[in-house]
């Protein structure tokens, strides 16, 4: 445990912090293995994710190879479709983007940006690492069990997640589905325990909140919103549990099932699907505020730029956070639930759109008449806004009622989350990637294998998602494992399909690429120096690259000044760092 | 749903309340200061694990409203009866609450640097504790030999949910109350067993809030209550 002066009479001198007494490793196991190292445990996390992420991955190929040429490939029957489905959702909201941005950047970003030696409490940060690795080794084993994992779709929803006609339903993938889900709620919030308070207590001298980069602001906000949404699904995962083990009824209606009548009986699937979207749709923003903060970040830097309306920027992450848990049920609009709740929600998912599109127009307005440079991390950047005002717009579309009655359970709602939720995210992590890279290892990485696997992922996740909106506007539905020849599906609508499959594996191919590059870039990378990309922010000021134990040496940064101060007229050079003081001789409203 | 929507209400006034001290109108680009210039205190003074187990209590209190939100809206079903309440549940109650004002006592002890009073309050908070979670299991014992098992009717699902859920959260906590009790019958002085035994305290007097709501909740008094507040309201 970090030890800041504890007693409450003490005030802390407004000169002397104490600086924290650190846990020093002894052995191989406990530096690199059993670590209670915030970056260590940040590259644990995001490799795992990225890991699990990959066979996410595959099994997207796998869905997309059996709509293009449906019974061709023999061993994808209906079961495995949905289960491929159902373990494709799951991995890629919960286990890749929850993790890499809170587990990963989160641990990573945090101490270094805000100027601490780690984590407030390390041990139960490297507790929460282990206990999200099991979790994700529960998930793996539905792949082993006998009947597989379950294929109930990512929503879970009963009743047929437990009956016998779903996938893994009697037998143990839903079981281990839901122990899963539950071993991730308790590693998360071990962890984002410590990124909310180390955001509270650990920050270095004269870092005040309104001085964090919007990084920080992005993943502490989402951080607060995930420790109260992911109790929802802890809940809701529990409770099913029951039904499904020890013969409950929590969800579970009186059913009859190949004409014998189920033990259970009087349950309601729709509490289920209120508590699951109750985390569902803040899960979203989840994801997408720490999206936000890094590319909010990642514009300034690299169009050497003050970020636009730094503070509306602040306020709109925490009105969107507080905003996203009143509109859980516009993912219910054909459950069947009172018509005026619709009305409710689908005005609060409009205002939603509001601090959104500020957030949007600042960006722009950043890159307006900046001096731009199309970095790799730049060019995700603009491919993130790009990307999310599509998702978001189509948002609008779905957020009216009387637009989504028609449009939901087509590829339509496919197409849009996957921009919004699916390619916007995935195209700031790489972003973050390419930008931070230099930083944990010390070398850059190859810039033309990144430009190729940039543009080959950007344009085809467009090819590869605007022809979907079509095919949801023509009526094909999803979820289906065949279509056949229907009005849905006309010869047309499957060369589309057959054309949006070759887009699926191309871009994954092009992900290759981009492990590739990691990899060599470790040993043959060009030296990155200590701020290669002279930026304001702390991790760019450690002594060493990459960071040392203790992340900054001997004495800790002083932080004199925001984050955004690039291109200030007058300045040497057309960045200055947050803990470079100004000169003795200047009045304080110097850059007013 | 409203039950967690009001607890979330209430947590977004500490939230709002907290972030009105933190100058978030401030503009940070005109404020660059020189290395001369006087520092604000950028972190609370209350210690660190403190705020940390606020935060977590905050998400544990979000975990039962849930809970709660869950059983309100499926005791709207039909098929709802209500469970019988052992009697010895008003026991277990009474020795939660002997452990709390022990816990109490011991802090206040503590303060005061007393470390005798200290020790014996300690052990007395453990050892009610500890005779809460054999009183809640002696009360299952209860349900179940008069045919109340777990999925017969779901108020007795959630009954046992529930209390099996605070159950577990006491049980966590006993594993950190034993360790201070430990260490303090080991000799450790009063001023540095004092924070530990602020934070068992801390969580000891959740725990007993949320005991107490949810005892109301199954003795149904809560229902009273919320249709006392609808009508009110209409």
Known sequence: MVNIPSSINDPIPAAEVEDVELYHPHSWWTTYVFSQDAKVIAIQYSLTAISIGLVALVLSWLMRLQLAFPGVFTFIDADRYYQFITMHGMIMVIYLLTALFLGGFGNYLIPLMLGARDMVFPYANMLSYWIYLLAVLVLVAGFFAPGGPTGAGWTLYPPQAILSGTPGGQDWGIILMLSSLILFIIGFTMGGLNYVVTVLQGRARGMTLMRMPLTIWGIFTATVMALLAFPALFVASVMMLFDRVLGTSFFMPAIVEMGTQLQHGGGSPILFQHLFWFFGHPEVYIVALPAFGIVSDLISVHARKNIFGYRMMVWAMVIIGALSFVVWAHHMYVSGMNPNFGFFFATTTLIIAVPTAIKVYNWVLTLWRGDIHLTIPMLFALGFIVTFVNGGLTGLFLGNVVVDVPLSDTMFVVAHFHMVMGVAPIMVIFGAIYHWYPKITGRMLDETMGRIHFWVTFLGAYLIFFPMHYLGLLGAPRRYYELGESVVNPPSAHDLNIFITMMALTVGAAQVLFLFNAAWSLRHGKDAGGNPWRATTLEWQTPTTPPPHGNFGKELPVVYRWAYDYSVPGAPEDFIPQNEPDPENRSREHAS | ?234
């Open chain 2, 1 to 234: 749903m409203s039950a967690i929507l009001i607890f979330l209400a209430g947590l977004a006034s500490i939230i709002i309340w907290w972030m009105a001290q933190q100058r978030l109108t401030s503009k940070p680009w005109l404020e660059s200061a020189r290395a001369s210039d006087i520092f604000p205190v950028t972190r609370s003074q209350i210690p660190t694990v403190k705020i940390g187990l606020g935060v977590f209590l905050a998400v544990v209190g979000a975990l039962f409203t849930l809970f709660i939100s869950a059983y309100f809206m499926r005791m709207g079903l039909q098929d709802w009866w209500a469970i019988p309440l052992p009697g010895v549940l008003w026991v277990n109650t009474a020795a939660l609450v002997v452990s709390s004002i022990a816990l109490e006592m011991a802090k206040s002890s503590a303060q005061q640097n007393d470390a005798n009073a200290m020790r014996i309050a300690l052990l007395a908070s453990f050892v009610t504790a500890i005779g809460f979670l054999a009183g809640q299991l002696f009360a299952w014992h209860e349900l179940v030999s008069e045919g109340y098992v777990l999925a017969d009717n779901p108020a007795n699902s959630f009954f046992y949910l529930i209390t099996g859920m605070h159950g577990l959260h006491i049980l966590g906590g006993l594993l950190v109350l034993s360790r201070t009790t430990f260490n303090v019958w080991q000799g450790e002085p009063p001023k540095e067993a004092r924070l530990s035994i602020e934070l068992c305290a801390m969580y000891w007097h959740f725990m007993l809030i949320v005991w107490l709501v949810i005892f109301a909740l199954f003795a149904g008094w809560a229902n009273d209550f919320v249709d006392i507040c609808r009508q009110l309201l209409t």
